[in-house]
């Protein structure tokens, strides 16, 4: 403050005119600042500074009013030197005043306040060192914890999923390594792992139960394999011992004719040349008739000689049928061999049932005789079998053809019109044991060994046609030439083309 200065400023009334103004003007910015200081109080609740506030917020108002009021309305440049003095003395009386006391007690009490708050500035900037110290402290420590804790927790976690799932692979590599299908992985928990033991689990089962079928089924297919080739050898054994006496019988019966032709001759010359002969011979001729004899003894020779024919022929298809040799492909006359079954077939396509064969051109084929046999065999039986289920009344036909289908296929039909195949077991029925017949009339394995025969054996093809009490029709396709798969390099090559 600046009052002390005035009461001698005024000796120089322009300094003076400064002097005041800059007076006046600290006046009023230390009432500003108490304003704002009075604010800054109602806003945070500073009781102590409220109360400092209360006891010195008018004092700087009413000081400059006092001064004021000393100078009056008063040009100080007109003042003489009488009334200067006395101005002189009421400013300084002014000094001895409870206000400026009370001003000097603000200026003191203002500046404690201000030394209190440089101190507390001080304290407050240690406070907060302190304080961001801590806070790095605490962050770095937070790190430290952080990272151990996630080195635990993923060690812990790693466990608790790896060791099942080792487990599980464990489990899994002995069964592929000892193909043991009857161990299981235990199953500890019901997440995700213990839902994958579960699926392993039942995959094990799963194969172990296939593979059980599976040897089942290569039992009964190597029973019946066993069962079909002794059956055959026993054929082969029956059809060989036949075959001599046969040939014995009918290589004879072209003698016997000549022979019996040659007596006949003689007879006849005899009758001629000796018309009336002793009444002993007539009576016996008579008695013989002789005639009768003469004419039907031809006819006689001949049926021996067309049963023996059809003897040796049935002979003959048995010996094919039961073929062993077939380890190499050859040229298979597949004419002859529907030809051969329809014979051995003979005596069960009496009842009613009618065979129709149109051959086309049908060259040999490279192939197995005696598989061929089979696949006819079972076709044809498949067809009488549909047929014989049919009402008496009903017409019963087999229709067999063959036609060449340049440049490839020789293809055979074997058609019959019985109740046919209805479309879902149609999907089954090259199916292994897949049967519709009576326990012991079908084994299920005569379409799934023909398929096998024609499509791995010969490299060609078996489709089935079937309605539904129409009938059903069978169309294989056999190579007219020798495939990879079907012969064998060193296989003469003497097949012709259609
Ligand atoms: N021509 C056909 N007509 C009707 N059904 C047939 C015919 N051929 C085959 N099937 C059906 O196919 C099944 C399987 O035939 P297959 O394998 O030869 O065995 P199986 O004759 O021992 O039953 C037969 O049980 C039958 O239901
Ligand atoms: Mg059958």
């Known amino acids: 403050m600046h009052q002390q200065q005035l ?13 005041y103004v800059a007076f006046v003007q600290q006046v009023r910015n230390v009432q500003a600042l ?20 209360q006891r010195y917020l008018p004092i700087p108002q009413l000081y400059l009013e006092q001064v ?3 100078l009056g309305e008063t040009d100080i440049s007109a003042l003489g030197g009488v009334e200067r003095a006395a101005a002189q003395q009421a400013l300084l009386a002014l000094n001895s005043s409870t206000i400026v006391g009370e001003l000097e007690q603000f200026s003191i009490d203002l500046r404690n306040w201000a030394e209190q708050a440089f101190e507390d500035e001080d304290a407050a900037h240690h406070h907060l060192d302190e304080a961001i110290q801590l806070r790095w402290q605490i962050i770095a420590h937070s790190i430290f914890y952080t990272i151990i804790l996630g080195i635990i927790i993923s060690l812990y976690t790693s466990r608790a999923i790896a060791t099942p799932i080792q487990n599980l692979t464990h489990v899994a590599r002995r069964v592929t390594q000892e193909s043991n299908f009857e161990l299981q992985a235990e199953v500890k928990t019901q997440d995700e792992v213990g839902v994958l033991a579960v699926s392993l689990n039942q995959l094990i089962q799963r194969v172990n139960a296939l593979l059980k079928e599976q040897k089942a089924e290569q039992a009964t297919r190597l029973l019946e394999n066993e069962k079909m080739s002794s059956l055959g050898q026993m054929l082969a054994g029956v059809a060989h011992e036949i075959n001599n006496p046969v040939n014995f019988i009918y290589g004879n019966l072209i003698h016997a004719d000549e022979y019996i032709r040659d007596l006949l001759e003689i007879l006849e010359l005899y009758q001629e040349k000796v018309p009336d002969p002793p009444s002993e011979i007539r009576d016996r001729t008579e008695e013989l008739e002789i005639e009768f004899l003469i004419e039907d003894l031809p006819n006689l020779v001949n049926s021996m000689q067309v049963g023996a024919d059809r003897v040796r022929q049935i002979v003959l298809s048995l010996k094919n049928f039961s073929r062993l040799d077939d380890t190499e492909p050859h040229p298979v006359n597949v004419q002859e061999c529907i030809e051969s079954t329809l014979l051995i077939l003979n005596n069960r396509i009496k009842k009613g049932i009618q065979i129709a064969c149109q051959y086309g051109n049908t060259p040999p084929i490279p192939g197995y005789t005696g598989l061929l046999y089979q696949v006819f065999m079972n076709i044809i039986s498949n067809a009488i079998d549909a047929l014989l289920e049919l009402p008496e009344s009903r017409d019963k036909q087999i229709k067999i053809t063959t036609e060449c289908q340049q440049p490839e296929w020789l293809v055979i039909r074997i058609a019959d019109n019985g109740m046919g195949i209805s479309p879902e077991n149609q999907a089954k029925i090259y199916d292994a044991f897949f049967t519709t017949k009576p326990r ?23 489709t089935c046609d079937s309605q539904v009490d129409e009938g059903t029709e069978f169309t294989i396709f056999l190579p007219l030439h020798p495939t ?15």
């Open 440 to 462: 012991g009339v079908g084994t299920g394995l005569g379409l799934a060994i023909s398929y096998q025969i024609i499509v791995e054996k010969h490299n060609g093809k078996l």
């Open 484 to 498: 990879a798969e079907n012969v064998s390099p060193a296989t003469p090559a003497n097949y012709s083309t259609c």
């Open 34 to 53: 108490m304003t704002e200081v009075e604010r800054f109080v109602l806003e945070h609740n500073k009781p102590e500074l409220a109360r400092f506030l």
């Open 68 to 70: 004021q009021s000393q």
């Open 7 to 19: 009461p001698f400023a005024l000796d120089f009334p322009s300094e003076f005119q400064r002097e």
